[in-house]
């Protein structure tokens, strides 16, 4: 694989989230990873012990999806589903936030939240990642939270899960990088569907991408290349 199209493919989370995918589907997700070289594979955490036995030997890392979709779990029973997930071999974690709490004001909560998922995460040298759920939020509330995580120090603030009424946003993503800086990274999700959709998020400052269309955004990248004769992208 041509190294500039390599590098853009270890930008990619290969996404399997939906609530009836059975492991030959999960199978296939693994394989794609491999072959087109992604950062890694997301799935629910049930099933990281499946996937872990399918990329084994392989550098693509596995990462779970913690109270997916809503968030609407207690810290207690967040933490309990993250070391369980670990324990199972996960190596990423992506954790949607408490999203009424956070609507409510109490950001207090916020940053215990994060904190304590972050120590957890770290204590177990597991990247974490923090899911705001953008499309409910105020311009404003994104911003304290991306705050907070420059306090806490999560690895990525990440946009959108992709399954609410809306993904990543070009804005969003650059108001994100923007508070953060080169404190956090920013991960864009929900949405990013095309070749064209992914380079837009990277311009505003994401460093990885969740998406279930990875394969066809590599490939067009790969067709484009190809009747360049170059891999520039």
């Not at 270890?10 to 589907?25: G, I, K």
């Not at 029973?77 to 954790?95: H, M, N, S, V």
């Not at 899911?131 to 959108?160: G, H």
Request: glycine share 8%; net charge neutral; aromatic share 8%.
């Amino acid at each position: 694989m041509n190294e500039e199209i390599k590098k853009f493919a270890e930008l990619f989370d290969h996404t399997l989230l939906s609530a009836n995918a059975v492991p030959a589907e999960f199978e296939k997700l693994c394989a794609e990873a491999r072959e087109y070289g992604f950062k890694s594979v997301a799935v629910n955490s049930a099933n990281i012990k499946l996937c872990r036995e399918f990329l084994a030997k392989s550098s693509v890392r596995t990462g779970a999806a913690i109270s997916f979709p809503l968030g609407q779990c207690s810290l207690k029973t967040k933490l309990f589903e993250t070391d369980d997930a670990i324990r199972d071999g996960a190596q990423e974690i992506d954790y949607v936030c408490n999203i009424g709490k956070l609507k409510s004001g109490d950001y207090k909560y916020m940053e215990e939240e994060m904190r304590a998922i972050t120590n957890l995460c770290r204590s177990a040298g597991v990247t974490i990642k923090v899911i705001f759920e953008n499309c409910y939020l105020t311009q404003d509330e994104i911003v304290w939270m991306s705050a907070i995580a420059v306090d806490v120090r999560p690895d990525f603030i990440k946009t959108s899960t992709g399954y609410a009424k809306g993904g990543a946003t070009v804005e969003d993503v650059r108001l994100m990088h923007e508070t953060v800086g080169n404190t956090v990274a920013v991960k864009a999700a929900g949405g990013i569907r095309t070749l064209e959709s992914a380079r837009q998020v990277i311009a505003a400052g994401a460093t990885r991408i969740g998406s279930s269309a990875g394969v066809s955004i590599i490939n067009e990248l790969r067709g484009l290349a190809a009747s360049a004769g170059v891999g520039s992208y």
